[in-house]
């Protein structure tokens, strides 16, 4: 009998059982080897800046100068200094610092991705950008709020490296290893002129934009922009002045975007007084049967006048032109079709239709659907190993496309105000929570198909797993059973086409 | 052998609180006995704790599970019994959209052990006894879908130790701890929020918990009556972000108190119980039901020693 727990106990260990109480570590990216330096960067073509020449960076001290040995012999000190936590950030910064930067907006995305809690009286505060940390808090990383930030992102940093990229070349300043053969860096030796450093400029590019994203974040966001920075020393890759020159070029860049994103007009997008006017015309139009909030106290629709934002890759008059035709007439038997596959679903989900739902669910508290194909740039990216100019350019064309298609899905959306499927038959429940906005067209769908777009023409040996998985995505939807099927298949064919824009700049924009 | 009150808030995979004959009593089936039970439970609740703080929310309205359990318990010995369990679950809100779920969870088993014995001058016995058990999940329900899910997907092991004292009228008083390791879950998502950082796996951890209650009660060869106390509590995880939906990493704390009433005629039972959620961080004040009838079996002829 004395055996009796411990067979038990064995037992356990052979039913698999594992006791392993901690919460899996990220994946670790290794620093790697930049193999294209991409001389010609420079060139490349810019979003809000006119060229990668427009900013000034002042020349550097000369190699040879007693300036520059000075910094050498304070790198050196700094290195030798330098504690195991400060190396492991050197070599965290050093493995890919679009990506790290890209990481940290998701995380913050993802925190930030709270709808607010209705007020005792059955009405909902507002978020408020002058005052971010008084609940419910700024910003509510909303699908589109998520595409938009990751937009800006994106562009600060590839035009800060364009810009990097031609005072790079112009000034031709070695790497402090290329000029003291002494210094051996912890992280893969390159031969990419170091004045400015890619990593200062990449560092206050992103900090800034994110700060005014996320003003609520300033003092995180600051301390990663100066880890950021200095962990260049604690690697022996730049001197100081290499940093400084980038944090000056990278917080002049971050200005800019700055300034281009206050007039962007989302300060207007959620113009909730504008609703009722959205609603006439659309009765106007013949649209009598529209969209109401499921939320319980009804909740006022996400973000309204989204569709006003100022998109990357084509104009108004292009996104109206291209607008999906009308939906099916509520009630039309092609309705019926769509409706009464919805009705099946929703009492004969599978588990594996459930597993697909949840999976591309990016509902409140995650990264949101821009931020899972960000993802999945990023793992692309990381893959192919590119420098980081490059990685920056392909994080631009694919978050510019996504916030596109947010702002023509949103577009669609409010001009038909289409009704979500449970609101026409409450007996169709759902595997995922019914976002508070019309049905038609299927955002997922839109940025899925946008996504998938933009990284099957930049990673062509992947395109067939990339347009599969938008299909999954926007599949997904239906077997939530919070589209239409015509809401997701017009959504993603909408998607692609807005995707196709990202394709032809891609295309004459220096970097092929 | 008597009721298993299976407590039903946002996770039902952990057996907790209970009858008499189960895990975690201070009773066991005499030697070639067999006892099986079939159980109904009908828990509810309309508030529940978000994080330390009680609410309630218009969109789930009232959450209620209800479920039904075959167990049964075999005395190998006077002094060890294995038990085994399964239930099925079904869950379902009166107001949400979101799609209620049913299905078969987890199968439980322990094995029993009285290590001690002593029988006073006075006729009042005291024993000492140690319980283990395992479960594993038998169907492939869906897991992170709190508080719809029926169970998380983990693997658990639980070890207890149980002291018993019974007076020769019959009343007598238990108290009990246990310690259940449970196993890391698989969601169908690739990254989720864990203290406010993201994690990029679909693995999440699922707390290990402890749990302890006290039972008074009085058993004849008839009838039984008994009240009880229970706390339990997560020993990692974090709360429910505000305004979201639960996830299986939220560390769960309960205290709850039941009463429980079980009467026999020849080789039936019946029983019945209630149960109410007295405190709680990320569960639901959890009010539950229960009703059950026992059917018992003596393969041989040897004496009951205890029953």
Known sequence: ?512 | MRTTLLLLFFITAFFLVSNAQTPNDGIMMPERNWCNMLQYSHSSWDEYWEGPNKRSNANIGTITTQSVMLMTNYGISDRLNILAGVPYIRTASDVSYLDGQSGVQDLSVWMKYQAYGHTFKSGSMFKAFATGGVSIPVSNYVPDFLPFSIGLQSKTASLRGILHFSLKNGLYATAQGGHTWRSNMKTDREAYLFHNDLIYSNEVVVPNMVDASGRLGFLNKKFQAELWYDYFTGLSGDDIRYNDMPFPCNKMQAASAGVFAKYYFGHLAISASANQVLSGRNVGLGTTFTGAVFYFFELSKKAASDK
Not at chain 1, 336 to 352: C, F, G, V
Not at chain 1, 371 to 392: F, M, P, T
């Open chain 1, 1 to 512: 009998m004395q055996h009796t727990l411990r067979n038990l106990l064995l037992l356990a260990l052979l039913l698999g059982f594992n006791q392993c109480d901690k919460t899996p570590a990220n994946a670790v990216l290794e620093p790697y080897d930049e193999t294209s330096l991409e001389n010609n960067g420079g060139a490349w073509k810019t979003y809000v800046l006119a060229n990668g020449s427009e900013l000034s960076v002042a020349a550097p001290e000369a190699a040879g100068s007693a300036t520059y040995s000075a910094e050498l012999a304070d790198l050196k000190n700094k290195m030798a200094a330098a504690t195991g936590e400060q190396k492991d950030a050197a070599r965290f910064w050093g493995s890919n610092a679009v990506l790290r930067w890209h990481e940290i907006a998701r995380e913050l995305a993802a925190e930030y991705n709270a709808a607010p809690k209705s007020n005792p009286d059955g009405t909902y505060s507002a978020p408020d950008a002058n005052n971010p940390t008084a609940y419910p808090r700024f910003p509510f990383a909303n699908p589109p709020y998520a595409a938009r930030a990751l937009a800006l992102l994106a562009v600060a940093q590839y035009d800060a490296l364009v810009t990097t990229w031609n005072y790079k070349f112009q000034y031709n300043r070695l790497a402090p290893y290329k000029n003291d053969a002494s210094i051996q860096p912890l992280i893969p030796a390159n031969d990419l002129p170091s004045y400015p450093s890619e990593d200062a400029v990449i560092a206050y590019a992103s900090s800034e934009v994110l700060k005014f994203l996320f003003p609520g974040e300033k003092e995180f966001l600051s301390g990663r922009a100066e880890e950021h920075t200095e962990s260049r020393l604690w690697a022996g890759a730049n001197v100081q002045s290499d940093l400084d020159a980038g944090e000056a070029l990278g917080k002049l860049v971050a200005e800019r975007i700055i300034a281009y994103a206050k007039a962007d007009k989302m300060g207007m997008a959620n113009n909730q007084p504008g609703v009722a006017q959205l609603r006439a015309d659309a009765t106007a139009r013949g649209i009598t049967t529209q969209w109401t909030s499921l939320d319980l106290p009804a909740r006022p629709p996400m973000l309204p006048f989204f569709f006003n934002v100022k998109t990357w890759n084509f104009d108004q008059a292009t996104m109206i032109a291209n607008r999906p035709a009308p939906p099916p007439a509520v009630g039309s038997a092609e309705f019926e079709t769509a409706i009464n596959e919805l009705r099946d679903m929703s009492k004969n989900r599978t588990r594996e239709q459930f597993r697909i739902a949840s999976f591309w669910a990016d509902g409140t508290g995650t990264y949101t659907p821009p931020g899972h194909w960000n993802r999945k740039a990023a793992e692309l990216i990381y893959d192919k190993q590119l420098n980081e100019l490059r990685s920056a350019r392909v994080m631009a064309l694919v978050n510019t496309a996504m916030h596109d298609a947010g702002v023509a899905c949103w577009d669609t959306k409010y001009f038909y105000l289409y009704p979500r499927p449970t609101e026409m038959d409450r007996t169709i429940e759902t595997s995922t929570g019914i976002p508070n906005f019309p049905a038609y067209t299927s955002g997922h769908s839109t940025f899925s198909g946008a996504g998938a777009e933009v990284l099957s023409y930049l990673f062509p040996d992947k395109s067939a797993e990339l347009q599969n998985m938008a299909k999954e995505a926007s599949e997904s939807r239906i077997y939530g059973c919070i589209h239409y099927r015509f809401d997701s298949e017009v959504g993603l064919t909408s998607g692609k086409q807005v995707g196709q824009y990202a394709v032809q700049r891609a295309q004459t924009d220096g970097g092929e």
